[in-house]
């Protein structure tokens, strides 16, 4: 069993600045992409950011240059820093991780339950 949880969540300022942390558990071989989607409130679920297992990083165009995606592969952990918050960054933010678990040969996709994270003055 892979476990994969979310934290770092809250209430923000606009402008303001948050980290939230992923962390994967359980009998893990190997994690490949790792990524950040959220789920506006009445809104479907968006990519926000993702990073290989090389390094390489995507992210969406309306969070390109104020949100960082980082990984600690010694951690099994995905970091996702916000900075120059806006209101309409309002989400629940969800982890995901492509991750080999031990004993199998087919990867498989975990994801978080979410953090909420609100933008408000």
């Known amino acids: 069993q892979v476990q994969v949880a979310e934290s770092g969540g809250g209430l923000v300022q606009p402008g303001g600045s948050l980290r939230l942390t992923c962390a994967a558990s359980?009998?893990?071989?190997?994690?490949?992409?790792m990524a950040w989607y959220r789920q506006p409130p009445g809104k479907e679920r968006e990519l926000v950011a993702l990073?290989?297992?090389?390094?390489?990083?995507t992210y969406a165009d309306s969070v390109k240059g104020r949100f960082t995606i980082s990984r600690d592969g010694a951690k099994n952990t995905a970091y996702l820093q916000m900075n120059s918050l806006k209101l309409e960054d309002t989400a629940v933010y969800y982890c995901?991780?492509?991750?080999?678990?031990?004993?199998?040969?087919?990867?498989?996709?975990?994801w978080g339950k979410g953090t909420l994270v609100t933008v408000s003055s």
């Open positions: 990073i290989s297992s090389g390094g390489t990083t």
């Open positions: 995901t991780m492509t991750v080999m678990p031990l004993g199998t040969l087919l990867p498989k996709d975990c």
């Open positions: 359980g009998s893990i071989s190997s994690i490949y992409a």
